[in-house]
């Protein structure tokens, strides 16, 4: 089946810009997940998605970030007045079940460029 | 400060030779995974390890858990170059991820 889904792959803005990163769940998935992942590094939680609940949006590291889920199913992570240290890599997850983190099926990412 | 430490940082190593790769935490794990990543792609789930003790086996790979719940490592036999990618960590319900140990594999 199709797996998680990410568009655009690359993206590439200039500084203050606004960009938008889409995310497709794997269909009845209903937890979702925003990381990114800096050159050389682990992943950085963002926000979770579980269901009807409240978002855990303790991970947005500013005010200029903030993410919604429509429908239970897409999600899209927005980033407003984009700043360079922002360039990194994007990547969406989902997972089947009601317990956090658990089997996480990964997307292959949006690639974020900030000039 | 990291939640989860990885080591070593870089792996290289000829195919046909064992490594292990380490995850240590201050907080104990309610539970842990290891996902592999390659590059270009997401991380994809390895294994998930719940409780003190345990060994899981996948093929070549083997995954302890400490009896604390606070480290945990991963064991490749007879590395293949397939084998090549950054490997993490996870405490599964604080989603903090360690920073990888990206290991390469020789041919």
């Known amino acids: 089946g199709a797996g998680v889904s990410q568009s655009p792959s690359n993206k590439v803005t200039e500084k203050g810009k606004d960009v938008e990163l889409r995310c497709d769940p794997i269909s009845g998935h209903t937890a979702l997940y925003w990381y990114r992942q800096s050159l050389g590094q682990g992943l950085e939680f963002l926000i979770y998605f579980q269901g009807n609940s409240a978002p855990d949006k303790s991970g947005l590291p500013s005010d200029r970030f903030s993410a919604e889920r429509t429908g239970g199913s897409v999600s899209t992570l927005t980033i407003q007045r984009t700043q360079q240290e922002d360039s990194a890599v994007y990547l969406c997850?989902?997972?089947?079940?009601?317990?956090?983190?658990?089997?996480?099926?990964f997307g292959p990412g949006t690639r974020l460029l900030v000039l | 400060t990291q939640l989860l430490e990885q080591s070593p940082q870089f792996l290289s190593i000829q195919e046909g030779e064992n490594l292990t790769v380490y995850c240590n935490s201050s907080s104990v794990f309610s539970s842990l995974q290891w996902y592999r990543q390659e590059p270009g792609e997401g991380p994809v789930l390895l294994v998930t390890?719940?409780?003190?003790?345990e060994v899981k086996k996948l093929k070549r790979l083997t995954f302890q858990f400490g009896d604390a719940r606070k480290d945990s490592s991963l064991h490749i036999t007879a590395a293949q170059p397939g084998d090549t990618g950054l490997y993490l960590c996870e405490h599964d319900y604080k989603l903090s991820f360690g920073a990888g140990t990206t290991v390469t594999v020789r041919a």
């Open positions: 390890v719940v409780t003190g003790g």
């Open positions: 997850a989902s997972s089947p079940g009601q317990a956090r983190g658990e089997t996480q099926y």
